[in-house]
């Protein structure tokens, strides 16, 4: 199996990319983690992204598809699967990503998209910063982090929508239930995803089954 989450920071990319890693028994890329990791060990690619990270900017393409070129080698080593978390994030890095994928024949079958609306998602980012735990956890940087989201990432929803790989979940849930429904849509698929080309897949949209069955918690609240 192999899964791209696309989501706005504080939808849970991070904890259902893990999820659906240990699932499958796949690696889980994450860049944002990766990154991190060279910041807190001071190594020279640390030191020339950690700016951009305090601040809530996209670190240079060239240097996250790098990361991305290494981890793909190693996860086709691995068996073939794997769960990428944090790119792409903008179309270029889309582009290049399935460039790169698609020459080591390991393009993603499934791109997850993580649904969730600002407020949520501000109010989630917030509460995490109480923690202190990352750097870029501050209310100024995830506001800029959101917008970035807006401008740049979310654009390439619909070009996977086109591709025909598109899976919409509701990410407004509890984490619990979220993870429930993803595995839930990636055992079903997986029988056929390399059976079915994408041109002949149709994009599955998730998100409106809450309100379908009377939940109005989330849904009716979702912007986009
Ligand atoms: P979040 O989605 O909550 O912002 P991530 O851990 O995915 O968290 O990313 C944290 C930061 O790492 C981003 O704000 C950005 O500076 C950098 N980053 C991660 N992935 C990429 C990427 N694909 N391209 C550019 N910058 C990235």
Request: glycine share 6%.
């Given at each position: ?5 696309v989501a706005p920071p504080g939808a ?213």
């Open positions: 199996m192999r899964v791209l989450l849970g990319k991070g904890t259902q990319g893990t999820l659906i890693a240990a699932h499958f028994d796949i690696p889980h890329i994450a860049t944002g983690d990766l990154l991190r990791e060279h910041v807190a060990r001071q190594t020279e690619l640390g030191r020339a992204v950690q700016e951009h990270l305090d601040r809530g900017e996209l670190v240079p393409d060239d240097i996250v598809l790098n990361m991305v070129r290494d981890a793909f080698v190693e996860a086709k080593a691995a068996g073939g699967g794997y769960v990428l978390d944090g790119i792409p994030r903008n179309m270029a890095q889309a582009r290049a990503t399935y460039g790169v994928a698609r020459d080591l024949d390991l393009p993603a079958n499934v791109a997850l998209y993580l649904k969730a609306d600002d407020e949520e998602l501000l109010r989630r980012l917030l509460a995490r910063a109480k923690l202190q735990r990352r750097s870029d956890d501050n209310e100024e940087t995830i506001r800029r982090r959101l917008e970035l989201y807006h401008e740049v990432t979310h654009p390439i929803v619909s070009w996977y929508g086109q591709r025909g790989i598109l899976v919409s979940v509701d990410a407004m849930r509890p984490a619990e239930q979220v993870g429930r429904e993803i595995l839930t849509a990636l055992e079903v698929l997986r029988p056929m995803v390399d059976l079915v080309p994408e041109e002949a897949r149709r994009p599955i949209d998730l998100t409106s089954l809450a309100a379908a069955f009377g939940e109005t918690t989330s849904t009716a609240r979702m912007s986009d």
